[in-house]
């Protein structure tokens, strides 16, 4: 949950009507570059978000056809990592560790052309060696993570000087499989022309889930939980702008605003959903100073105190979200359309304040997001297909 926004299963009939099915009809042609041993590996990508984060499954199938694929397959490496902390018992600290290990060496692998034998390595090795489009930029599109103090949580994704670890690759054989796979890439490790992907919003992402679930406590201010979301949802948005070609300041100061507000505002929404599992996202100072304890969290007990916590979360996200709105205008061609995320969030927001901040309100779970997969409102399907059609968000 940590991250991924889950669905419950309504509209599919008129999702399938109104572009569902035309999505899975143009992702075939998304691949026809594509080498047929990746093919399957694209399709288990676009399954998994179809599955786990519906609502990014929306506005990503509205995507240019050339975009699609490796936007599917960051948002599939978004989802591997989030059900990591969610499929080990917190005993097994160990096999977290392992697992997480494993994603830093995946990447890696997948830098030098050696991916691992796991479909959404497969895929990300395939997306980091493939042109991508035209790099849009500004007068400052050569901003880089050390162009901002880190300090501040403004912290840019770069594509040198950000190493993973040095590891070896783990699974199969990976040198034979990327031969076949990365033609010219084996015989010189990685290819001539460095990725426009930053290795260190990758190791920001494993990095903050990682922390996160070896210290499940809740974080002690608005900061902590800031910071986590800016570690998490910032880093993948950045990465999605490198997949549109988009290397512009103020489309960073735009993606960083608007992945604190995705990050904050996904872990509110899952708060009914965390609270099953004994963790609690809600800053431990507002909840002091609300009278709310963990127990009160967990059993879902709503108070005015709880409403006034998660009004100052909220609004924490809705400052970021309106900060990120106001760089629309000046943001280049094309960036508007990966910033989508933006509707959902605003839809939740506003679905929360309507039922006066609780979380637990059975009606908005249900509307705004709940377990299991499935697809979404048909208002949302349209809001989102017309802020594409208008280059807003």
Request: hydrophobic letters at 40%; aromatic letters at 8%; proline letters at 6%.
């Amino acid at each position: 949950m940590h991250g991924v926004c889950f669905m419950s299963r309504k509209a599919g009939l008129v999702w399938g009507l109104l572009g569902q099915g035309r999505a899975s009809q143009t992702m075939n042609r998304s691949y026809a570059a594509i080498p047929e041993a990746l093919r399957s590996a694209f399709s288990f990508c676009v399954q998994q978000v179809r599955q786990y984060d519906y609502l990014n499954y929306v506005w990503v199938a509205q995507m240019p056809k050339e975009l699609r694929p490796p936007l599917f397959a960051l948002r599939a490496f978004n989802i591997e990592t989030a059900l990591v902390v969610d499929s080990v018992r917190s005993k097994e600290l160990v096999v977290g560790q392992i697992r997480f290990q494993w994603w830093r060496d995946a990447i890696k692998s997948a830098y030098d052309g050696r991916p691992p034998n796991h479909p959404v390595a497969l895929a990300l090795a395939h997306v980091l060696h493939s042109p991508g489009p035209a790099t849009a930029t500004g007068a400052s599109g050569n901003a880089h993570a050390d162009d901002v103090n880190p300090d501040s949580g403004e912290i840019r994704c770069r594509s040198d000087g950000c190493n993973l670890s040095s590891c070896d690759s783990v699974g199969g054989d990976p040198a034979s499989r990327a031969a076949d796979v990365f033609p010219g890439h084996c015989d010189r490790g990685i290819s001539a022309s460095p990725p426009p992907y930053s290795r260190y919003c990758f190791k920001r992402i494993i990095d903050c889930r990682e922390a996160d679930f070896l210290d499940p406590q809740p974080p002690l201010d608005l900061q902590a939980l800031e910071k986590y979301a800016e570690g998490t949802s910032s880093q993948l948005m950045y990465l999605q702008l490198a997949a549109a070609g988009i290397k512009h300041r103020d489309a960073d100061h735009a993606a960083s605003h608007l992945g604190r507000a995705t990050g904050i505002t996904t872990l509110l929404r899952g708060t009914a959903a965390h609270a099953a599992s004994r963790r609690c996202y809600l800053p431990v100072d507002l909840c002091a100073e609300a009278r709310v304890s963990q127990e009160d969290v967990y059993n879902g007990v709503v108070s005015e105190g709880l409403r006034d916590v998660v009004h100052k979360v909220a609004s924490l996200a809705k400052g970021h979200l309106d900060e990120a709105r106001r760089l629309a205008p000046r943001l280049p061609l094309g960036a508007a359309g990966v910033m989508l995320p933006a509707v959902a969030v605003g839809r939740y927001l506003q679905a929360l304040e309507s039922v006066n901040f609780n979380p637990y309100d059975p009606t908005l779970i249900r509307k705004q997001g709940g377990s299991g997969a499935g697809s979404a409102p048909v208002s949302y399907i349209l809001e989102v297909k017309w802020h594409h059609l208008r280059g807003t968000y």
